[in-house]
């Protein structure tokens, strides 16, 4: 079923950036959440098309691919938006490569990423044809030659170095620092390419790094690249062939207005053809965060409010379960009231919040002491930028269903996953009835 219009007009900057907004892609929020039951995730299309072709045009005149990091929202019609726009897709399991064949990926377009892939997934992957490998241990680059020589067939991999770099952002998302899980030390890296020749079905010819994600500043960038570069040069001059170098993600968005400045995309592009000046191979880029997180946003309704001994709470029908960043990693989203006389909500006193969710723990909790206009039962909330990480981490934590998601384009919306109905969350389970021994 197609579920991506045409491309059209985005609406005006002013729009998607006001205060207190009411029009997303077009589409008025009142209406929005009148129409569908909260809370649930919408995201703008066009707001994905920009980043896109944005990140396109800076990319210009160099041989690069962007493989979107399918992680950081795996819904089909993100994915087809992708497709569409002849992305590839980086991902990190066997579900998400079906995810992206089924939207229209071509596996040639899939990089395989991850630290723990099994040998199976391995194996169904090379089946469809995918097109490189990130590898990440010596257990795994001889998991991936057993693998490709049961099927006898050539892969090609890339080794992932860590550079043991800090990417300065939250611990719990740093990947480039020595004591993190992912990659190799150049030492280990340099050993693998001089016992290349005894990997008869891999083909050991690119380099992969990536320090971490919501970054917000060049440095570590530069520092990261430095060590690629360097590394590349070495390789070449030693008699290896690198035809691919991938640069990883980690580019950081807007979570708090007032605070966030991010990276810009053709400063950061720079910095890349700076680092690979004169390498001829592809360059791969795996943007997840920067291409979807601002383009979406929870609508939540408030249920009630209530005075505590010290404060006053907010109390919202999302919750942990629907978006875990706050309750994950402490972060940070904007949180604005959609009003009705959205112009007017000077003429509702501002109040201060904890902004709480209903499930039975302290840490659903999406903002402490965060003002707002005085908010009162029924009042539509936005919480913004989750369209990365928000429904992909979701549970059914406390038995509340999944949430629906919502694409809108140019002032129409489609659901491109209804909300999860009770028995959908339940149809796994059963009755202990049918009892074996090992």
């Known amino acids: 079923m197609e579920l991506i219009g045409a491309q059209v007009a985005a609406p005006s900057q002013e729009a998607l950036e006001s205060p207190f907004p009411r029009l997303f892609d077009g589409m008025d929020l009142i209406a929005l959440g009148a129409a569908l039951p909260t809370p649930f995730h919408a995201y703008s299309a066009n707001t994905i098309r920009q980043r896109i072709s944005g990140l ?16 950081a929202n795996p819904s089909l019609a993100i994915l087809q938006i992708m497709a569409q726009s002849g992305l590839g897709a980086d991902i990190v399991s066997s579900g998400e490569l079906r995810r992206s064949l089924k939207a229209g990926i071509p596996a040639n377009r899939i990089v395989f990423s991850g630290v723990g892939k099994t040998e199976a997934e391995m194996g169904e992957a090379i089946d469809v044809g995918v097109g490189r490998f990130n590898v990440e241990s010596s257990e795994e680059l001889e998991a991936l030659q057993r693998a490709a020589r049961t099927r006898e067939a050539i892969v090609r991999a890339s080794v992932r170095i860590n550079p043991d770099v800090d990417a300065g952002t939250h611990d719990k998302i740093s990947t480039g620092k020595s004591d993190n899980k992912f990659g190799v030390s150049i030492t280990e890296a340099r050993r693998w390419f001089a016992a290349v020749s005894c990997k008869e079905n891999v083909r050991l010819d690119g380099l992969h790094v990536h320090i971490g994600s919501q970054i917000l500043e060049l440095e570590p960038f530069r520092q990261a690249l430095h060590h690629v570069s360097v590394f590349w040069r070495e390789l070449v001059l030693a008699g290896h062939s690198i035809n691919s170098i991938d640069v990883g993600g980690g580019l950081g968005v807007v979570y708090r207005g007032a605070r966030d400045k991010p990276v810009n995309v053709g400063d950061y592009v720079h910095t890349i053809r700076e680092a690979l000046t004169g390498f001829e191979g592809r360059i791969v880029l795996e943007p997840g965060r920067y291409l979807v997180a601002e383009a979406g946003i929870l609508l939540t309704r408030v249920i009630r409010t209530k005075q505590g001994a010290t404060r006053n709470f907010l109390i919202v029908d999302a919750a942990m379960n629907d978006l875990l960043r706050p309750s994950l990693y402490d972060a940070w989203h904007d949180i604005e009231l959609i009003d009705e006389e959205s112009d007017r909500n000077d003429l509702r006193p501002g109040t201060v919040y904890d902004i709480v969710g209903p499930v039975c723990e302290t840490s659903d909790t999406f903002a402490i002491g965060r003002q707002l206009p005085q908010c009162r039962a ?13 429904a ?4 059914t934590y406390n038995s509340r269903p999944l949430a629906a998601e919502v694409l809108v384009d140019d002032g129409s919306y489609a659901v491109i996953r209804r909300r999860q109905s009770f028995d959908e969350m339940i149809a796994g389970e059963q009755a202990a009835t049918l009892w074996r021994t090992a």
Do not use: E, H, P, W
């Open 56 to 71: 396109q045009a800076a990319l210009d005149g160099l041989n690069a691919a962007i493989c979107f990091a399918v992680k």
């Open 378 to 390: 029924g009042d539509l909330l936005a919480i913004r930028c989750t369209g990365a990480y928000g």
């Open 392 to 395: 992909s981490m979701s549970s």
